[in-house]
């Protein structure tokens, strides 16, 4: 149990303890491994993304790659906040994690998430009108514009991560102070709660379901309408390079949407599968996405030559 301090009444907890992945012993020192592994690649290629992009001329001041850079901020500071304490839970280290600590996180998470969430609405939205409407692009999506935008997703992500932690942590806490997930995240948290957490159950349904509900239909609107616009492209190779831009990001979202609907919209549930599933958009997304990014996109690949022959 976690340190607790008497008030009249009841105790209140302190800090909590992540019990973190369920997972068989002698797989300790290989989780371990494969995680520590999966972590530093993170932080490489998401860095080595983001250089690229700021150092190449050619990138540096086109929406699409201003986005993806951002996005590679994105995913090595959302890798940060998850995949050392996921790390910490295979070492004989102690699993506690402060009261304040548990908060932190929380916030960080749902802010760093949702504001990714915005932005693969925003590259998406960057897509459409590159594709569908491409002799007005400059005009309607320029640098300036661009950064609006980004600032608008990472205040409207900053609103919502405040919004969830605060809700979570006005309920009282008073023991058990046991946390059955590798991170304190709203359902895990709200399972420790001493009174009544319906209304969190559904405001966190609403709040987190119009977020992606939302961001999801509005990707799937801009991508109908790429999908028909690249039909209409006459050249089979420029059919081609709209799609594999396209592509990359199209998969990208799909990883990202489809655990946070299982993890989120099932107010009240809990499944076994929660963490595994978790893991995928928390730590497989971001190690995958300079991957994919990078693979499936010629001027990457050709930015990354030139920054490895030093021109």
């Known amino acids: 149990m976690g340190k607790t301090s008497n008030t009249s009444l009841d105790s209140v907890v302190t800090d909590f303890i992540l019990l973190g992945l369920s997972h068989p012993p002698r797989l300790r020192i290989l989780l371990f491994l494969v995680f520590f592994i999966i972590y530093i690649l993170t932080q490489l290629g998401n860095l080595l ?9 050619k990138l ?22 998850i995949v050392p304490r996921i790390i910490l839970n295979f070492t004989p280290a102690s699993k506690r994690i402060p009261f304040g600590g548990c908060v932190a996180q929380l916030y960080f998470f749902h802010f760093l998430g949702s504001t990714q969430c915005f932005l693969y609405t925003l590259m998406a939205y960057d897509r459409y009108l590159a594709i ?10 320029n640098g300036r514009l661009c950064t609006i935008l980004v600032a608008g997703a990472w205040v409207a992500g900053s609103i919502h991560g405040s919004i969830q932690a605060t809700l979570t942590f006005r309920l009282p806490y008073c023991g058990p102070n046991q946390v059955d997930y590798f991170i304190c995240d709203i359902p895990a948290v709200l399972r420790l709660a001493c009174a009544d957490t319906t209304v969190n159950e559904r405001v966190t349904f609403v709040d987190i379901g119009v977020v992606a509900a939302s961001c999801f ?28 831009t396209c592509g990359s990001h199209l998969t990208v979202v799909t990883v990202y ?48 030559k030139r920054l490895a022959s030093g021109r």
């Open 60 to 81: 540096h001041t086109r929406p699409m790659y201003i986005l993806l850079g951002v996005l590679s901020f994105l995913d090595m500071w959302l890798s940060s906040v």
């Open 132 to 141: 569908c409407q491409p002799l007005h692009y400059p005009m309607l999506m």
């Open 257 to 304: 949407y489809v655990p946070c609907t299982f993890i989120y919209l099932r107010a009240g549930s809990k499944s076994p599968l929660d963490g595994a599933v978790a893991v995928f958009y928390t730590v497989v997304t971001p190690f995958l996405n300079p991957l994919i990014y990078t693979l499936r996109n010629q001027e990457v690949k050709s930015a990354l």
């Open 49 to 57: 993304i983001l250089l690229t992009v700021w150092a190449d001329p």
């Open 217 to 244: 239909m509005l990707i799937l609107l801009s991508y109908a309408n790429i999908v028909h616009a690249i039909l209409q492209i006459h050249t089979a190779d420029g059919r081609r390079r709209a799609f594999s």
